[in-house]
């Protein structure tokens, strides 16, 4: 009923404006990088109640928390927050964990709408933290090679670039001057340099630079070294290791010829019996299993 009064008296008196509160923003997406000081503009348009009641919420991962009610900042912006120009948000020292949905709310009771709110969408950037390298010190010529570099601090997501002997990497191996020996893929997203078959010339110092909004950060330079592979080497060493086992198994054979390796302990059948004193006869029996003795004197 009061809507369409409403309408009808714009129609009777086109100057007459409706009682409603409005609200607006002069920047309803704010970016700030991390420690910095933000301003989220949430400004009346227009209103008659003289004394509006202002609320903020914070809107994060489908949880909402109050960042301002009932005249005074809650949690942990109490110490770090602020109401400016009667309704604006002013928050300090951002964190990365402020990026989120801001929603002020504005309840004007006089007006004929009495309610109005709108969302304030921030983001704090963050700085690369220094990216962790891998590179392999030394790869044979021929061989595959697979450089890595990832840091996971930065916000948004931080790209990557590869640098060998202070020469930045083109991502596209065949498009550069520099590279044309070389068959690499560079992966900007992920921070992986491979190569497909490594050559002389890809020897040098690679160093990575993680980057994005907020800044940038290197890791220290590291040598990769591509190395001929010598066959030659290979095959003569395998050659003398040969040999030295044949050398070791004859000189087993020849130490079990002369007797090295014989048991100490001597058979049943070569038991020899001790000498008998002169005079005396042994003669074993069969019931006993041992041997007596007759004496015999010769006299």
């Known amino acids: 009923m009061s809507c369409a009064i409403s309408y009808y008296l714009l129609f009777v008196f086109p100057g007459c404006k409706l009682l409603a509160v409005e609200l607006t923003s002069s920047n309803t997406k704010p970016v700030v990088q991390e420690f910095q000081s933000v301003e989220l503009s949430c400004i009346i348009k227009s209103t008659v109640t003289p004394d509006p009641r202002i609320e903020w919420k914070k809107i994060r991962n ?40 801001y929603r002020c709310e504005v309840a004007a009771p006089s007006d004929t709408k009495t309610i109005d709110e709108i969302n304030i969408q921030l983001t704090v950037q963050v700085k690369p933290m220094t990216p962790r390298c891998s590179v392999p010190k030394a790869v044979p010529v021929g061989k595959s090679a697979s450089l890595h570099c990832h840091e996971n601090e930065g916000f948004p997501k931080s790209t990557y670039s590869w640098y060998r002997n202070s020469e930045p990497l083109s991502p596209d191996s065949k498009s550069s001057t520099k590279s044309h020996n070389s068959s690499y893929t560079l992966n900007p ?49 395998v ?40 005079g005396v006869n042994y003669i074993r029996t069969d019931d006993e299993g041992d041997f007596r003795h007759k004496s015999s004197f010769v006299i």
Do not use: W
């Open 189 to 237: 997203a992920t921070g992986t340099l491979v190569f497909h078959a490594v050559h002389k010339g890809d020897t040098g110092r690679y160093s990575c630079i993680a980057t994005n909004d907020a800044g940038f950060a290197k890791c220290e330079e590291q040598e990769m070294e591509v190395y001929d592979l010598n066959i030659g080497g290979i095959i003569g060493g």
């Open 62 to 101: 489908g949880e909402t928390s109050y960042v301002f009610f009932e005249n005074k900042m809650q949690g942990d912006f109490a110490t770090r927050a602020e109401i400016l120009s009667r309704t604006s948000l002013v928050i300090k020292n951002t964190t990365r964990m402020d990026t989120a949905t």
């Open 239 to 278: 050659l003398v290791v040969l040999a030295v086992l044949v050398l070791i198994t004859l000189g087993i054979c020849c130490a079990y010829r002369r007797g090295y390796f014989a048991n100490g302990k001597e058979s049943g059948e070569s038991y020899k019996s001790p000498a008998k004193p002169d």
